[in-house]
């Protein structure tokens, strides 16, 4: 699988996740987005549905600060296979337990956990000592949205938001 980064360089580099992920061979910085795009204003959510195309184009992620990002900063990003993340809690110690902040290597790992690529989402949650805490935090849910369709990932995040079918 292959997973890119867009890198804009406005958190701390000595806490960026992406650039980890880069560093230690799991990540490749691109300027051009590719296959998925992890995009928080997409209406669309990742899902089982999505795995062919990540497949075969990989997965992008958009590294920089919730902070300095607003809808028309990630509208910038936005195209056909954007895909938002279903409900999820943040486990880095920056947002712990805040529901959908989620730093770049959690939304990977969330990501390839969906697709059904657990091994490969464990190991890259491996490289910070926070990243068994997101897993903790969040191993009931993810396994719910694990290998799920869209519909029944929509369905499964309603639930647990506590909202009405």
């Given at each position: 699988m292959q997973i890119y980064v867009i890198e804009l360089g406005q958190d701390d580099p000595k806490k960026c996740t992406s650039r980890k992920m880069v560093h230690f061979g799991y990540a490749n910085f691109t300027i051009n987005p590719r296959g998925i795009i992890l995009n928080p204003i997409s209406s669309v959510v990742l899902?089982?549905?999505?795995?062919?195309?990540a497949e075969k184009q990989g997965i992008t992620v958009i590294d920089s600060s919730w902070k300095k990002s607003d809808i028309?900063?990630?509208?910038k990003y936005?195209?056909?296979?954007s895909r938002r993340l279903p409900f999820l809690l943040a486990g880095n110690p920056t947002n712990?337990?805040?529901p959908f902040i989620?730093?770049?290597?959690e939304a990977i790992a969330a990501s390839?956990?969906?697709l059904d690529m657990v091994e490969l989402a464990i190991r890259i949650l491996s490289l910070y000592k926070w990243?068994?805490?997101?897993?903790?935090?969040n191993l009931d849910i993810l396994e719910s949205y694990r290998g799920k369709s869209r519909q029944e990932i929509?369905?499964?995040?309603?639930?647990?938001?506590?909202?009405?079918q």
């Open positions: 899902s089982m549905d999505d795995k062919i195309i028309k900063f990630y509208k936005y195209n056909k296979n712990y337990a805040k989620l730093s770049s290597l390839l956990y969906i990243g068994n805490t997101f897993y903790q935090l929509e369905k499964i995040e309603k639930e647990y938001m506590g909202e009405p």
